[in-house]
């Protein structure tokens, strides 16, 4: 059973630039879950899909950052004109129908921007 | 707004020893409680998922309890080993089926 999986894994990058990540969940789940955390603190919320419908999003989430999820599938968040205060690790998780209060997270993808 | 707390921030422990790790949240309307692992640097381990209406869960050495009227779980380890070393996050399920999380108690077990 494949779990949950994000690419890149490590990503180094200049203040100003834009970068992507991927999240896969897993198969057949429904919701797909994007967080953020930063070092000391735990994760905090950043938005949620059902489907292809983003249907959350916390106001961590600023005019720079943007979250899609073509055809229900595989999930990217985008940060645009990166700063230091984006350097985090960004979790993803999922969960499967019916069941929204059991998330699967995935490894993560450790930002750092210099 | 949710709110999760774990005390203490950080435990260091003889290996052999049990320990308890405390885990309260403020709005007790919660859904399911979860607790997890994180090593440094890597993602998270799901260790044990409490739904609302459990009063404990267990899997080995772990046994985690849950007290919805005070706002309260715990996470009990036994006989603790020098693996047993990383940071232990709880997380309580809210409303939109969203995760708060505590800020976590960082353990280690020494040899």
């Known amino acids: 059973d494949t779990g949950v999986s994000q690419d890149p894994r490590h990503k180094i990058t200049k203040r100003g630039q834009n970068v992507t990540f991927r999240c896969d969940p897993i198969s057949e789940h429904n919701r797909l879950y994007w967080y953020r955390q930063t070092l000391g603190q735990g994760p905090e919320f950043l938005t949620y899909?059902?489907?292809?419908?983003?249907?959350?999003k916390s106001r961590l989430l600023s005019d720079r950052f943007s979250a899609e999820r073509p055809k229900g599938s595989f999930s990217t968040l985008e940060i645009q004109r990166t700063e230091q205060g984006d350097s985090a690790m960004y979790l993803c998780?999922?969960?499967?129908?019916?069941?929204?209060?059991?998330?699967?997270f995935g490894p993560g993808t450790r930002l750092t921007v210099t | 707004k949710q709110e999760v707390t774990q005390i203490p921030a950080a435990l260091s422990v003889p290996e052999g020893e049990n320990l308890v790790l405390n885990c309260s949240f403020t709005?007790?309307?919660?859904?399911?409680l979860q607790w997890f692992r994180q090593d440094p640097g890597k993602g998270l381990t799901s260790l044990l998922l409490?739904?609302?209406?459990?009063r404990e869960q267990t899997s080995g050495r772990l046994n985690a309890s849950l007290d919805k009227s005070s706002g309260r779980s715990t996470l009990y380890i036994a006989a603790s080993q020098p693996g047993d070393s990383a940071t232990y996050l709880c997380a309580a399920y809210s409303g939109y089926s969203t995760l708060t999380f505590g800020k976590g108690t960082m353990l280690l077990v020494s040899p």
């Open positions: 899909f059902q489907n292809e419908a983003q249907l959350e």
């Open positions: 998780a999922s969960s499967p129908p019916g069941q929204p209060y059991e998330q699967y």
């Open positions: 409490i739904q609302s209406s459990q």
């Open positions: 709005d007790s309307a919660i859904y399911n």
